[in-house]
């Protein structure tokens, strides 16, 4: 290795958890290093708004929240650093090693991840095109914004049809846009769906792209892709919402940390902690559940103060 360097307490990601987890290592003395990771500020940085977090009466960005979660954890004596975490030994009880872009070797007492995870896309160019002009793949986050309009929902499991039924809530019109002849959702979620009058499952259905001038206008589809009875045309709508999954962030700890079947960090016992003494998750990473940036700010919250207890209870 390039270098070697020894801390207290490593944060690998920012975005709400890791930043939070920061100011909180930082008030107790930790001397946190937190590295930003690809991504700096995590995967709020792409809602343009943001009304639901605490403390912001006239709303936020998501850039200008985590500018200032940043300097908070600053202002308290954390070590932020741009670079990705390449890979990782917990072999060990400790001290933990990690490797920053394959050429310096952090060992450190306590890690915290906090990498998020990262919603699962079609692939096709629109979506980056209209990130944060139409396209979104949290419709508790963005949902506000088209009470009254028409929007669109892929996908046909439990996560799809939730939001289909949130969004009806909200929206004027949601069409549920599903790829098979059927959903694969639950059958207490596909009632709810069917419920709600103004949704309308289109089945047999794909995207082919998006359309529109200053967002997204519409949806170019595609009907029984394939087939004689192939039909393609457009559908007029505000928003598109992505409910196909997200990927947890967790591939370079897959040797040592204990995850479930989707790649999620399981935790101990309603703590932080990971199967691995002194290594501590935070937020999106090891939460199938809620996903809020309220919820991940929280979690680095308690990731921060399970770690200075566990230092304290060896007497470091």
């Known amino acids: 290795m390039e270098t070697v360097e020894k801390t207290r307490c490593l944060i690998i990601g920012s975005g709400p958890a890791g930043y939070t987890a920061a100011i909180y290592a930082s008030r107790a003395n930790l001397a946190p290093v937190l590295y930003e990771g690809i991504q700096p500020g995590g995967q709020l940085t792409t809602t343009t708004e943001i009304e639901n977090f605490p403390g912001y009466p006239e709303g936020t960005t998501g850039v200008e929240m985590m500018e200032d979660l940043k300097k908070q954890a600053q202002r308290f004596g954390t ?21 920053i872009d394959e050429t310096k070797e952090i060992l450190a007492d306590t890690v915290i991840i906090a990498t998020g995870a990262t919603a699962k896309y079609l692939g096709i160019p629109d979506e980056i095109k209209y990130a944060g002009m139409g396209v979104s793949a949290c419709a508790t986050c963005d949902g506000f914004f088209y009470r009254k309009k028409i929007v669109a929902v892929v996908g046909g499991g439990d996560t799809a049809c939730e939001e289909a039924v949130y969004l009806s809530h909200l929206a004027s019109k949601v069409y549920l846009i599903v790829r098979r002849d059927e959903l ?41 892709k394939g087939s004689d009875k192939e039909e393609i045309y457009n559908l007029p709508i505000d928003g598109f919402f992505l409910a196909i999954g997200h990927k947890p962030n967790t591939e370079i700890f897959a040797p040592f940390i204990e995850l479930d079947d989707h790649g999620y960090i399981i935790t101990q016992c309603h703590s932080t902690a990971t199967n691995v003494p002194g290594v501590f998750a935070a937020g999106d990473v090891a939460d199938t559940k809620y996903r809020q940036a309220i919820t991940a700010a929280g979690s680095g919250c308690k990731a921060a103060i399970d770690a200075e207890r566990y230092l304290v209870d060896l007497g470091k």
């Open 79 to 99: 070590d932020i650093r741009f670079g990705i975490a390449t890979s990782v030994d917990f072999a060990c009880d400790g001290p933990h090693k990690v490797i």
């Open 184 to 224: 694969r959702a639950s059958k207490i979620m596909q009632a709810r769906v069917k419920k709600e009058e103004n949704i309308e499952i289109l089945f047999e259905t794909q995207t082919l792209g998006l359309y529109g001038e200053k967002g997204v206008e519409g949806v170019t589809l595609v009907k029984r």
